[in-house]
């Protein structure tokens, strides 16, 4: 019984993984990055409270290979900090504007989520530079902060406004800038190539 549940459960994976390959012909898997551009000034000030967080660097490579363990593991991460991390706006976390911040007091806002998605898959093996700090604009054009996850099935979104990890394209994000996949402390354009929005980012 054990033996043919757990057949099942490799096939419904199998079938998982194909239909993600699947639904990348619909639209590009990767994001297309352009030049250096600005540092969120909270991301900014992350950096320079927190000394390490922001100074590693990477040489370009392939993205993380998606295995089943790998999926895994990034779906029960972003379940976590879902459930366990409660919404607060920084104004009232910190009574600031802006503060990007691990949630340790176990409040946070979208980039706070973010931040601990990140450091719990470096955690658990994830190169720093598979894993981006991302600044988007929703549909009623407030700004959002996602992580994203290179994978080798493309890339995908981290997000505490979505239960389910979902790729970038299945999204209704526009997306406009994030970190470097080769030195975290720099970010870099994004075209996202879906939508003619022009957006400025604080």
Known sequence: MKKTRG????????????AWG?????GPAYMHTGGRTTQPVGHYEFCQRIAGECSERTAKGAPVELTRKLWATIVNINNSVNTRIKPR??????GVEEYWAYPDNGYGDCEDYALEKRRELMD??????????????QPNGDG????????????????????????????????LKRQSDQNSGVWVTINDG?????????
């Open 7 to 18: 057949k099942l459960l490799l096939v419904a994976m199998a079938m998982q993984l194909s």
């Open 22 to 26: 699947s639904a990348y012909a619909a």
């Open 89 to 94: 706006t920084d104004m009232e976390n910190y």
């Open 124 to 137: 658990a093996g994830v190169p720093a530079g598979n894993l981006l700090m991302t600044v988007a604009r």
């Open 144 to 175: 959002h902060a996602v992580l994203t996850v290179r994978t080798s099935l493309g890339e995908f979104i981290l997000d505490n406004l979505e239960t389910k990890v979902l790729s970038w394209t299945d999204t209704d994000y526009t997306y």
């Open 194 to 202: 879906r939508s003619d929005a022009v957006a400025s980012v604080r």
